[in-house]
């Protein structure tokens, strides 16, 4: 009888340290990042035919209820240019056979915004990320996937990068 009703204090002191969790969490400002809201009702993206890029920003932007996509730039409130997109990597690391162990990889992007009547709010700028990958002989295939993964990481993150200068902007 005693275990039992310790049981069950115990049951109720771990439902009130749980409770007061999510209460401290949330008053703490914490919150899921969500998708950015952007101010214009409408955008054109100007993007490289086949670009992975764009199609991450155009399906990012479909996602969100207050903007739509449209295909005469003329019509737009705003327009996002990407000006151009690279894909670097670089030898940064040898083994000690003198073959190549580590990689820096790099995703290099220019844009622009404009709204209005081709007033600039942003100026060509450049995003510049980079992550690092070690290699060994027998994981050579295997490192490729990881390689196109990573690339495709970086460019979400850029595109979120952009999305979220964009939503900064006000009309």
Do not use: W
């Not at 101010?39 to 993007?47: E, V």
């Amino acid at each position: 009888m005693a275990s039992s009703r310790h049981l069950g204090h115990r049951r109720l002191l771990l439902a009130a340290l749980a409770g007061a969790t999510a209460v401290l969490a949330g008053g703490c400002g914490f919150a899921l990042r969500r998708a950015a809201s952007i101010p214009s009702d409408t955008l054109y993206l100007s993007a490289p035919p086949h670009s992975e890029l764009g199609e991450k920003i155009r399906s990012a932007v479909l996602a969100t209820d207050a903007t739509r996509l449209v295909t005469d730039q003329s019509s737009a409130a705003a327009r996002l240019e990407i000006v151009k997109e690279s894909r670097e990597k670089e030898i940064v690391g040898f083994s000690a056979s003198g073959r190549p162990r580590e990689y820096q990889l790099r995703l290099r992007v220019s844009f622009r915004i404009a709204a209005g009547s081709n007033r600039e709010v942003v100026p060509a700028t450049e995003l510049v990320l980079h992550r690092n990958l070690t290699t060994t002989d027998v994981q050579l295939l295997s490192k490729e996937q990881e390689e196109e993964i990573l690339y495709h990481d970086m460019q979400s993150d850029v595109a979120h990068q952009m999305l979220r200068r964009l939503a900064a902007l006000r009309p």
